[in-house]
């Protein structure tokens, strides 16, 4: 009885074995690869599929969703400047036909294998791009590189079984003595153009204060020439007036009867007074003697005669 109880447990664990192995569960974005004595026998695609037991063994689960990698190398310009990339890779399987889900299984033993040589691959492409470039040309040629890279790497990856999706280069960096000198250079053309723009607005400070001081003379010029003007014309007019006034009245003096050199003396008289009120303190030398007055009278005679001949003309 014990021993036929120990049977039947024995039967039933296998026949749970054996059943349990037949059917098998595939995830949803990945295939399985089923070998049969080693060797490739067909691919299950996500959902339940029925495997034949002990006999069918699932080699390999592959991912069909995109897959990320970041990879890290160094590479030297032409004129021998070590510079570090950071770069992350986009990628996924070309699709789930049965040639390209065998590339995928059976090209490299493993994944780290794949990462290496994508890695390797990689960091070639750019190092060869590099190596044509001076460092002053690197941080202008991102969008370069990556067409570059993608260019050799694409074709690499096809024969894999994989799909190049995106390359980005997300970070590229100088030694610390290149950084250094990069920005010392980027410091002195820095104060070199606020240098240059402190020039500028002096210059142009200067030249509007120029300006400005150029055209208050020129206003000023003109104002004075204008009051100078304004100072002649009066002195005209004051002259013409005095003129006429003397002419009438000379005529009237003759008119009268009387010689006209009274009006000379008279003007001489008021000149002397108007001299000794308004001097100020002045002194004024003046020839009181008898001879002195004569000889004034005799030239007002003469400038009288010379006014009259003009009045008679």
Do not use: C
Request: zero cysteines.
């Amino acid at each position: 009885m014990e021993f036929g109880l120990i049977t039947m447990a024995l039967i039933l664990i296998g026949i749970g074995s054996v059943v349990g192995g037949i059917f098998v569960t595939v995830q949803q974005g990945t295939v399985s690869v089923i070998t049969m004595f080693g060797k490739y026998r067909r691919i299950m695609y996500p959902g339940l599929n029925f495997k034949i037991p002990f006999l069918e063994v699932v080699f390999r689960r592959i991912s069909i969703q995109n897959q990320s990698v970041e990879l890290q190398f160094q590479a030297i310009t032409q004129d021998q400047a070590n510079v570090n990339f950071k770069a992350m890779l986009l990628y996924s399987v070309i699709d789930q036909t049965e040639e390209t889900i065998k590339s995928v299984a059976f090209k490299f033993i493993d994944f780290g294998s794949l990462m290496q040589t994508l890695n390797r691959t990689v960091e070639g492409s750019v190092r060869g791009f590099v190596a044509t470039k001076r460092q002053n040309e690197i941080l202008g040629l991102r969008r370069d590189i990556v067409e570059a890279v993608k260019a050799n790497l694409d074709e690499d990856l096809k024969s894999w079984g994989y799909h190049l999706i995106d390359l980005q280069l997300n970070d590229i960096s100088f030694d610390e003595t290149i950084m250094q000198s990069m920005a010392q250079v980027v410091a002195s053309s820095n104060l070199k153009a606020a240098a240059e723009n402190e020039a500028q607005a002096l210059l142009i400070r200067k030249t509007k204060e120029a300006e400005a001081s150029g055209l208050a003379v020129k206003i000023s010029a003109d104002a004075e020439r204008a009051a100078a003007q304004m100072r002649g014309e009066g002195i005209a007019l004051f002259r013409e007036e005095v003129a006429k006034g003397m002419n009438k009245a000379a005529l009237e003096m003759k008119a009268a009867g009387l010689d006209s050199s009274f009006i000379l003396f008279s003007m001489w008289t008021d000149a002397i007074k108007h001299f000794a009120e308004n001097g100020k303190g002045n002194v004024i030398f003046l020839d009181g003697s008898n001879e002195g007055l004569d000889k004034t009278m005799k030239h007002m005679m003469a400038l009288s005669h010379v006014q009259d001949n003009k009045l008679q003309k």
